[in-house]
Protein backbone atom coordinates (compact mmCIF):
# COMPACT_ATOMS: atom_id res chain seq x y z
CA UNK A 1 0.00 0.00 0.00
CA UNK A 2 2.68 2.84 1.02
CA UNK A 3 4.77 1.83 -2.12
CA UNK A 4 1.71 2.62 -4.72
CA UNK A 5 1.08 5.45 -2.17
CA UNK A 6 4.31 7.18 -3.01
CA UNK A 7 4.52 6.85 -5.88
CA UNK A 8 1.09 7.94 -6.72
CA UNK A 9 2.39 11.40 -4.60
CA UNK A 10 5.45 11.62 -6.86
CA UNK A 11 3.22 11.53 -9.73
CA UNK A 12 1.47 14.31 -8.74
CA UNK A 13 3.91 16.58 -8.15
CA UNK A 14 5.39 16.43 -11.47
CA UNK A 15 1.69 16.35 -13.13
CA UNK A 16 1.41 19.51 -11.20
CA UNK A 17 4.55 21.14 -12.09
CA UNK A 18 3.97 19.83 -16.10
CA UNK A 19 0.26 21.89 -15.49
CA UNK A 20 2.02 25.03 -14.19
CA UNK A 21 4.90 24.86 -17.01
CA UNK A 22 1.53 25.45 -19.23
CA UNK A 23 -0.99 27.23 -17.77
CA UNK A 24 -4.42 27.87 -19.66
CA UNK A 25 -7.19 30.83 -19.34
CA UNK A 26 -10.58 29.41 -18.71
CA UNK A 27 -12.42 28.00 -21.50
CA UNK A 28 -9.26 27.55 -23.24
CA UNK A 29 -7.63 24.62 -21.44
CA UNK A 30 -7.18 22.27 -23.86
CA UNK A 31 -3.72 20.97 -23.15
CA UNK A 32 -4.55 20.48 -19.84
CA UNK A 33 -7.76 18.65 -20.54
CA UNK A 34 -6.16 16.35 -22.86
CA UNK A 35 -3.44 15.67 -20.00
CA UNK A 36 -6.03 14.74 -17.68
CA UNK A 37 -8.16 12.17 -19.55
CA UNK A 38 -4.84 10.63 -20.94
CA UNK A 39 -4.29 10.00 -17.31
CA UNK A 40 -7.75 9.04 -16.43
CA UNK A 41 -8.01 6.66 -19.77
CA UNK A 42 -4.31 5.31 -18.37
CA UNK A 43 -5.98 3.89 -14.87
CA UNK A 44 -9.21 2.57 -16.65
CA UNK A 45 -11.34 5.59 -14.92
CA UNK A 46 -14.77 6.07 -16.84
CA UNK A 47 -15.18 9.85 -17.90
CA UNK A 48 -16.71 12.13 -19.78
CA UNK A 49 -16.23 15.44 -21.14
CA UNK A 50 -18.63 17.94 -19.02
CA UNK A 51 -19.15 21.86 -20.10
CA UNK A 52 -16.13 21.87 -22.96
CA UNK A 53 -13.11 21.54 -21.63
CA UNK A 54 -13.86 20.09 -18.28
CA UNK A 55 -13.93 16.75 -17.43
CA UNK A 56 -16.37 14.75 -15.49
CA UNK A 57 -14.72 10.56 -13.43
CA UNK A 58 -16.80 8.20 -11.67
CA UNK A 59 -15.28 6.02 -9.69
CA UNK A 60 -17.37 3.02 -7.58
CA UNK A 61 -20.59 3.79 -9.98
CA UNK A 62 -21.73 0.00 -9.03
CA UNK A 63 -21.50 0.55 -5.27
CA UNK A 64 -24.75 2.21 -4.18
CA UNK A 65 -25.15 1.66 -1.14
CA UNK A 66 -23.64 4.96 0.59
CA UNK A 67 -23.93 8.70 -0.26
CA UNK A 68 -22.57 9.71 -3.65
CA UNK A 69 -19.80 12.00 -2.67
CA UNK A 70 -18.70 14.91 -5.24
CA UNK A 71 -15.00 16.31 -5.15
CA UNK A 72 -13.95 18.91 -7.25
CA UNK A 73 -10.80 20.74 -8.85
CA UNK A 74 -10.19 23.63 -10.91
CA UNK A 75 -8.33 23.78 -13.49
CA UNK A 76 -7.89 27.72 -15.34
CA UNK A 77 -4.63 30.11 -14.82
CA UNK A 78 -5.02 33.28 -15.04
CA UNK A 79 -3.57 36.45 -17.48
CA UNK A 80 -0.63 36.86 -15.24
CA UNK A 81 3.26 36.76 -16.21
CA UNK A 82 5.02 34.59 -13.67
CA UNK A 83 8.16 35.69 -11.96
CA UNK A 84 8.50 33.39 -9.35
CA UNK A 85 11.80 32.14 -10.32
CA UNK A 86 10.22 27.90 -9.90
CA UNK A 87 12.35 25.87 -12.49
CA UNK A 88 8.55 24.50 -13.70
CA UNK A 89 7.55 28.33 -14.33
CA UNK A 90 4.99 28.93 -17.06
CA UNK A 91 6.28 29.32 -20.57
CA UNK A 92 3.37 30.13 -21.75
CA UNK A 93 3.81 34.45 -21.98
CA UNK A 94 1.15 36.12 -19.65
CA UNK A 95 -0.26 33.43 -18.41
CA UNK A 96 0.32 31.51 -15.34
CA UNK A 97 -1.09 29.19 -12.37
CA UNK A 98 -1.04 31.91 -10.10
CA UNK A 99 -4.17 30.70 -7.81
CA UNK A 100 -2.97 26.82 -7.48
CA UNK A 101 -5.35 25.47 -9.69
CA UNK A 102 -2.50 23.40 -10.77
CA UNK A 103 -2.29 22.01 -7.24
CA UNK A 104 -6.08 21.18 -6.62
CA UNK A 105 -6.51 19.33 -10.16
CA UNK A 106 -3.30 17.55 -9.00
CA UNK A 107 -4.44 16.53 -5.55
CA UNK A 108 -8.05 15.47 -7.21
CA UNK A 109 -6.08 13.33 -9.93
CA UNK A 110 -3.95 11.61 -6.67
CA UNK A 111 -7.38 11.21 -5.20
CA UNK A 112 -8.60 9.20 -8.46
CA UNK A 113 -5.96 7.09 -8.37
CA UNK A 114 -5.55 6.16 -4.70
CA UNK A 115 -10.07 5.19 -4.90
CA UNK A 116 -9.29 3.81 -8.11
CA UNK A 117 -7.07 1.16 -6.11
CA UNK A 118 -9.59 0.25 -3.96
CA UNK A 119 -12.84 0.48 -5.77
CA UNK A 120 -14.52 -2.13 -4.46
CA UNK A 121 -13.56 -0.80 -0.42
CA UNK A 122 -15.82 2.42 -0.97
CA UNK A 123 -18.94 2.54 0.52
CA UNK A 124 -20.59 4.98 -2.28
CA UNK A 125 -20.35 6.03 -5.95
CA UNK A 126 -17.39 9.21 -6.22
CA UNK A 127 -17.54 11.94 -8.76
CA UNK A 128 -14.51 13.79 -10.03
CA UNK A 129 -15.14 17.22 -11.09
CA UNK A 130 -12.07 18.91 -13.30
CA UNK A 131 -13.59 21.90 -14.01
CA UNK A 132 -12.75 24.80 -16.02
CA UNK A 133 -13.30 28.45 -15.74
CA UNK A 134 -13.61 29.47 -12.12
CA UNK A 135 -11.83 32.31 -12.52
CA UNK A 136 -14.59 34.55 -13.49
CA UNK A 137 -15.89 31.90 -16.44
CA UNK A 138 -19.03 30.44 -13.75
CA UNK A 139 -17.59 27.61 -15.21
CA UNK A 140 -19.16 25.31 -12.29
CA UNK A 141 -22.40 26.93 -13.37
CA UNK A 142 -21.76 25.38 -17.10
CA UNK A 143 -20.31 21.97 -15.42
CA UNK A 144 -24.28 21.58 -13.23
CA UNK A 145 -26.07 22.72 -16.72
CA UNK A 146 -24.15 19.63 -18.17
CA UNK A 147 -25.07 17.09 -15.57
CA UNK A 148 -21.80 17.20 -13.08
CA UNK A 149 -23.80 17.15 -9.92
CA UNK A 150 -26.46 14.05 -11.42
CA UNK A 151 -27.42 11.45 -8.24
CA UNK A 152 -24.72 13.67 -6.19
CA UNK A 153 -25.89 13.60 -2.27
CA UNK A 154 -22.61 16.03 -0.90
CA UNK A 155 -20.20 17.66 -2.49
CA UNK A 156 -16.28 18.52 -1.00
CA UNK A 157 -13.97 21.37 -2.42
CA UNK A 158 -10.89 23.79 -1.25
CA UNK A 159 -8.73 26.49 -1.98
CA UNK A 160 -5.26 26.16 -1.08
CA UNK A 161 -4.43 29.74 0.96
CA UNK A 162 -0.80 31.64 1.63
CA UNK A 163 -2.46 33.60 4.40
CA UNK A 164 -3.12 30.16 6.78
CA UNK A 165 -0.33 28.68 8.43
CA UNK A 166 0.47 25.10 7.10
CA UNK A 167 -1.33 22.30 8.36
CA UNK A 168 -4.78 24.80 9.37
CA UNK A 169 -8.09 24.47 8.04
CA UNK A 170 -10.89 26.78 7.70
CA UNK A 171 -14.40 25.32 7.44
CA UNK A 172 -17.10 27.24 8.81
CA UNK A 173 -20.77 25.97 9.07
CA UNK A 174 -21.97 28.89 7.22
CA UNK A 175 -20.41 31.64 5.38
CA UNK A 176 -16.64 30.84 4.14
CA UNK A 177 -16.26 33.06 1.04
CA UNK A 178 -18.18 36.11 -0.34
CA UNK A 179 -19.77 37.11 -3.57
CA UNK A 180 -18.49 39.69 -5.61
CA UNK A 181 -19.77 41.66 -9.02
CA UNK A 182 -17.81 44.26 -10.94
CA UNK A 183 -18.79 47.47 -12.49
CA UNK A 184 -17.95 49.92 -14.74
CA UNK A 185 -19.11 54.02 -15.05
CA UNK A 186 -18.46 55.61 -17.94
CA UNK A 187 -18.48 59.63 -17.78
CA UNK A 188 -19.15 61.69 -20.68
CA UNK A 189 -18.02 64.85 -20.69
CA UNK A 190 -17.16 67.85 -23.06
CA UNK A 191 -13.59 67.77 -23.99
CA UNK A 192 -11.66 71.20 -24.77
CA UNK A 193 -8.36 73.26 -24.39
CA UNK A 194 -6.80 72.27 -20.76
CA UNK A 195 -6.28 76.37 -20.52
CA UNK A 196 -10.15 76.61 -20.60
CA UNK A 197 -11.68 74.35 -18.43
CA UNK A 198 -14.63 77.20 -18.41
CA UNK A 199 -15.98 75.90 -21.59
CA UNK A 200 -15.56 71.92 -20.60
CA UNK A 201 -17.06 69.96 -18.90
CA UNK A 202 -14.76 67.70 -17.11
CA UNK A 203 -14.74 63.92 -16.84
CA UNK A 204 -11.66 63.33 -15.13
CA UNK A 205 -13.10 66.07 -12.48
CA UNK A 206 -15.98 63.72 -12.23
CA UNK A 207 -14.73 60.76 -11.95
CA UNK A 208 -12.53 61.41 -8.84
CA UNK A 209 -15.32 62.51 -7.44
CA UNK A 210 -17.46 59.80 -8.16
CA UNK A 211 -14.53 57.58 -6.87
CA UNK A 212 -14.64 59.34 -3.34
CA UNK A 213 -18.13 59.13 -2.77
CA UNK A 214 -18.60 55.80 -3.13
CA UNK A 215 -16.30 54.89 -0.71
CA UNK A 216 -18.63 56.35 1.60
CA UNK A 217 -21.38 53.29 0.54
CA UNK A 218 -19.44 51.05 3.37
CA UNK A 219 -18.68 53.60 5.73
CA UNK A 220 -21.74 55.36 5.99
CA UNK A 221 -24.78 53.75 3.78
CA UNK A 222 -24.54 50.09 5.09
CA UNK A 223 -24.49 48.79 8.74
CA UNK A 224 -20.84 48.40 9.94
CA UNK A 225 -21.47 44.73 10.80
CA UNK A 226 -21.86 44.20 6.92
CA UNK A 227 -18.96 42.63 5.93
CA UNK A 228 -18.77 44.09 2.18
CA UNK A 229 -15.88 46.14 0.08
CA UNK A 230 -16.08 48.54 -2.49
CA UNK A 231 -13.12 49.04 -4.40
CA UNK A 232 -12.70 51.13 -7.55
CA UNK A 233 -9.89 49.74 -9.43
CA UNK A 234 -8.87 51.77 -12.46
CA UNK A 235 -9.74 55.15 -13.65
CA UNK A 236 -8.75 55.51 -17.28
CA UNK A 237 -8.96 59.08 -19.22
CA UNK A 238 -6.31 58.60 -21.55
CA UNK A 239 -5.50 62.42 -23.11
CA UNK A 240 -2.95 64.57 -24.45
CA UNK A 241 -1.09 66.75 -21.53
CA UNK A 242 -3.23 70.18 -22.52
CA UNK A 243 -6.50 68.40 -23.37
CA UNK A 244 -9.51 67.58 -21.24
CA UNK A 245 -10.77 64.35 -22.50
CA UNK A 246 -14.73 63.72 -23.81
CA UNK A 247 -14.77 60.43 -21.06
CA UNK A 248 -13.16 59.01 -18.20
CA UNK A 249 -14.32 55.25 -17.49
CA UNK A 250 -14.00 53.75 -14.09
CA UNK A 251 -13.75 50.25 -13.04
CA UNK A 252 -14.17 48.02 -9.78
CA UNK A 253 -15.06 45.24 -7.83
CA UNK A 254 -17.59 44.78 -4.65
CA UNK A 255 -17.18 42.00 -2.23
CA UNK A 256 -20.85 40.71 -0.35
CA UNK A 257 -21.87 38.12 2.18
CA UNK A 258 -25.38 37.75 0.55
CA UNK A 259 -27.46 38.56 -2.31
CA UNK A 260 -29.72 41.26 -0.32
CA UNK A 261 -25.97 43.02 0.28
CA UNK A 262 -25.63 42.76 -3.17
CA UNK A 263 -28.77 43.97 -4.38
CA UNK A 264 -28.52 47.47 -2.47
CA UNK A 265 -24.70 48.24 -3.01
CA UNK A 266 -25.45 47.97 -6.94
CA UNK A 267 -28.28 50.26 -5.98
CA UNK A 268 -26.39 52.71 -4.65
CA UNK A 269 -23.35 52.85 -7.04
CA UNK A 270 -26.10 53.33 -9.44
CA UNK A 271 -27.29 56.75 -7.26
CA UNK A 272 -23.95 57.74 -6.12
CA UNK A 273 -22.29 57.75 -9.67
CA UNK A 274 -25.58 59.76 -11.28
CA UNK A 275 -25.84 62.12 -8.74
CA UNK A 276 -22.42 63.04 -8.51
CA UNK A 277 -22.27 63.71 -12.22
CA UNK A 278 -25.17 65.65 -12.73
CA UNK A 279 -23.60 68.01 -9.51
CA UNK A 280 -20.51 67.94 -12.17
CA UNK A 281 -22.41 69.22 -15.43
CA UNK A 282 -21.69 65.65 -17.14
CA UNK A 283 -23.82 62.57 -17.61
CA UNK A 284 -22.79 58.97 -17.03
CA UNK A 285 -23.64 55.36 -17.90
CA UNK A 286 -23.16 52.46 -15.11
CA UNK A 287 -23.11 48.38 -15.90
CA UNK A 288 -22.81 46.00 -13.33
CA UNK A 289 -21.57 42.63 -13.85
CA UNK A 290 -22.77 39.95 -11.88
CA UNK A 291 -20.20 37.03 -11.16
CA UNK A 292 -19.99 34.44 -7.93
CA UNK A 293 -22.71 34.79 -4.87
CA UNK A 294 -21.43 33.67 -1.36
CA UNK A 295 -19.73 30.59 -0.66
CA UNK A 296 -22.20 28.79 2.07
CA UNK A 297 -20.85 25.99 3.85
CA UNK A 298 -23.91 23.64 5.11
CA UNK A 299 -23.38 22.75 8.58
CA UNK A 300 -23.32 18.92 8.07
CA UNK A 301 -20.72 18.73 5.81
CA UNK A 302 -18.85 20.97 7.14
CA UNK A 303 -18.64 18.46 10.46
CA UNK A 304 -17.77 16.20 8.47
CA UNK A 305 -14.76 17.92 6.50
CA UNK A 306 -13.36 19.09 9.76
CA UNK A 307 -13.53 15.65 11.87
CA UNK A 308 -11.92 13.99 8.60
CA UNK A 309 -8.95 17.14 8.28
CA UNK A 310 -8.08 16.56 12.03
CA UNK A 311 -8.18 12.70 11.79
CA UNK A 312 -4.28 13.30 10.85
CA UNK A 313 -2.73 14.03 13.95
CA UNK A 314 -0.79 17.35 13.00
CA UNK A 315 -3.40 19.20 11.32
CA UNK A 316 -5.05 21.95 12.97
CA UNK A 317 -7.83 24.48 12.57
CA UNK A 318 -7.45 27.57 12.22
CA UNK A 319 -9.33 30.32 14.08
CA UNK A 320 -7.83 33.14 14.04
CA UNK A 321 -8.38 34.33 10.88
CA UNK A 322 -11.52 37.01 10.02
CA UNK A 323 -14.05 35.38 8.26
CA UNK A 324 -15.86 35.97 5.88
CA UNK A 325 -12.91 35.95 3.45
CA UNK A 326 -13.46 38.79 1.00
CA UNK A 327 -12.25 36.90 -2.20
CA UNK A 328 -14.96 34.95 -3.92
CA UNK A 329 -15.30 31.20 -5.12
CA UNK A 330 -17.91 29.80 -7.80
CA UNK A 331 -17.96 26.75 -5.91
CA UNK A 332 -20.77 28.58 -4.46
CA UNK A 333 -23.05 27.56 -7.82
CA UNK A 334 -22.84 23.76 -6.68
CA UNK A 335 -23.26 24.61 -2.52
CA UNK A 336 -27.25 25.99 -4.13
CA UNK A 337 -27.72 22.91 -5.76
CA UNK A 338 -26.47 19.79 -3.03
CA UNK A 339 -25.31 19.83 0.31
CA UNK A 340 -21.59 20.61 0.62
CA UNK A 341 -18.63 22.44 2.27
CA UNK A 342 -15.41 24.54 1.07
CA UNK A 343 -12.35 24.74 2.93
CA UNK A 344 -9.48 26.84 2.86
CA UNK A 345 -6.35 25.49 3.59
CA UNK A 346 -2.99 26.89 4.81
CA UNK A 347 -0.32 26.80 2.75
CA UNK A 348 2.44 28.95 4.88
CA UNK A 349 5.27 26.50 6.04
CA UNK A 350 7.11 29.67 6.53
CA UNK A 351 9.22 29.58 2.85
CA UNK A 352 8.81 32.61 1.41
CA UNK A 353 7.22 31.67 -2.23
CA UNK A 354 4.53 29.95 -0.19
CA UNK A 355 3.58 33.23 1.49
CA UNK A 356 3.20 35.42 -1.69
CA UNK A 357 -1.17 35.84 -2.19
CA UNK A 358 -2.73 34.36 -4.56
CA UNK A 359 -3.03 36.07 -7.75
CA UNK A 360 0.69 37.15 -6.98
CA UNK A 361 3.44 36.85 -10.15
CA UNK A 362 5.77 35.65 -7.43
CA UNK A 363 3.38 33.21 -6.24
CA UNK A 364 3.56 29.33 -6.61
CA UNK A 365 1.70 26.33 -4.81
CA UNK A 366 2.92 24.75 -1.95
CA UNK A 367 3.39 21.19 -3.33
CA UNK A 368 3.61 19.38 0.55
CA UNK A 369 0.10 20.06 0.55
CA UNK A 370 -0.98 17.40 -2.28
CA UNK A 371 -0.82 14.48 0.61
CA UNK A 372 -2.71 16.47 3.19
CA UNK A 373 -5.56 16.93 0.59
CA UNK A 374 -5.32 13.53 -0.91
CA UNK A 375 -5.81 11.40 2.14
CA UNK A 376 -8.53 14.65 3.34
CA UNK A 377 -10.51 13.57 -0.08
CA UNK A 378 -10.11 9.67 0.67
CA UNK A 379 -10.92 9.92 4.13
CA UNK A 380 -14.20 11.92 2.88
CA UNK A 381 -14.61 9.08 0.35
CA UNK A 382 -14.46 6.53 2.96
CA UNK A 383 -10.89 4.75 1.52
CA UNK A 384 -8.14 3.05 3.36
CA UNK A 385 -5.16 4.93 4.22
CA UNK A 386 -1.52 3.86 5.21
CA UNK A 387 0.23 5.11 8.04
CA UNK A 388 0.07 8.70 8.46
CA UNK A 389 4.08 9.72 9.13
CA UNK A 390 3.48 13.66 8.83
Known sequence: ????????????????????????????????????????????????????????????????????????????????????????????????????????TAALMATVAWLKQHEETLPGPVTFLFQPAEEGGHGAREMIADGALEGVDEIFGWHNWPAIPFGKMICPDQLVMCGNATFSITVKGRGGHASQ????????????????????????????????????????????????????????????????????????????????????GVACEVAIQPRYSATINHARQAEKARTAWLADQDQQLDHAISLPVMASEDFSYYLQQVPGAFALIGADDGEPVHQYPCHSPHYDFNDRLLEKVVRWYARLAGAPLPNYTG
Open 1 to 104: MSDFWQKNLSMAKTFRQDLHRHPELGWQEHHTAAAIRDRLTAMGIDWRPCAQTGTLAHIASGNPGGRHIALRGDIDALPIDEDSGRTWSSQQQGCMHACGHDGH
Open 197 to 280: PELCADPVLAASAITLNLQQIISRRLPPQHAAVVSVTSIEAASGLTVIPQQAVLSGSIRVPDDQTKTRINQLIEEISHHTAMSY
